[in-house]
T-cell receptor, first 114, second 113 residues
């Protein structure tokens, strides 16, 4: 069974540009969450999608947005990139929307903003 | 203030040594998860503990959930280089916040051959 797939693996963008990251969850998983990982702040929750609806949102500015498609694939977009947006962006999928349902993470997209 | 305080932040040991990583909080949780993340990869779930005082073993790894469900520990016996990685504890925000985990800052473990 294929795991969570994130594309691209690496991205280099310039300040002010925008970027779109893609996530394909494990087949059958309908819940997709996004996290940002930096050395200073660690892993921080961005948002969660289930059945094409955003269910939860973390404490990030409106420049960060996402969506989920009918096949459960998800994208996140960051507009007007800032240097501080440089991070590893991780996507995770879950079979159920339940506290006991484990998250399965992809290997992330490494975004560098110059 | 961090919801979850992990200690130590860094751990560098020789192969064969034992170690313990701690995850503490002043809040009570219904469950707590431990993940390991290796360089270039995403975190992988090791265990979920749900009952106060619960002890779970995964080969050489022993996980314990505090009696009051505010803290947890991870003990590794006879560490091996393959145990090297970032160890993270995490809790669910509760309510309907499924998929929204709050992570500790992590413990970077390096096991030297």
């Amino acid at each position: 069974k294929a795991g969570v797939t994130q594309t691209p693996r690496y991205l280099i963008k310039t300040r002010g540009q925008q970027v779109t990251l893609s996530c394909s969850p494990i087949s059958g998983h309908r819940s997709v969450s996004w996290y940002q990982q930096t050395p200073g702040q660690g892993l921080q929750f961005l948002f969660e999608y289930f059945s094409e609806t955003q269910r939860n949102k973390g404490n990030f500015p409106g420049r960060f947005s996402g969506r989920q498609f009918s096949n459960s694939r998800s994208e996140m977009n960051v507009s007007t990139l800032e240097l501080g947006d440089s991070a590893l962006y991780l996507c995770a999928s879950s079979l159920f929307r339940a506290s006991y349902s484990p998250l399965h993470f992809g290997n992330g997209t490494r975004l560098t903003v110059t | 203030t961090q919801l979850l305080e992990q200690s130590p932040q860094f751990l560098s040991i020789q192969e064969g040594e034992n170690l313990t990583v701690y995850c503490n909080s002043s809040s009570v949780f219904s469950s707590l998860q431990w993940y390991r993340q290796e360089p270039g990869e995403g975190p992988v779930l090791l265990v979920t503990v749900v009952t106060g005082g619960e002890v779970k073993k995964l080969k050489r790894l022993t996980f314990q959930f505090g009696d009051a469900r505010k803290d947890s520990s991870l003990h590794i016996t006879a560490a091996q280089p393959g145990d090297t990685g970032l160890y993270l504890c995490a809790v669910n925000a509760g309510g309907t916040s499924y998929g929204k985990l709050t992570f500790g800052q992590g413990t970077i473990l390096t096991v030297h051959p």
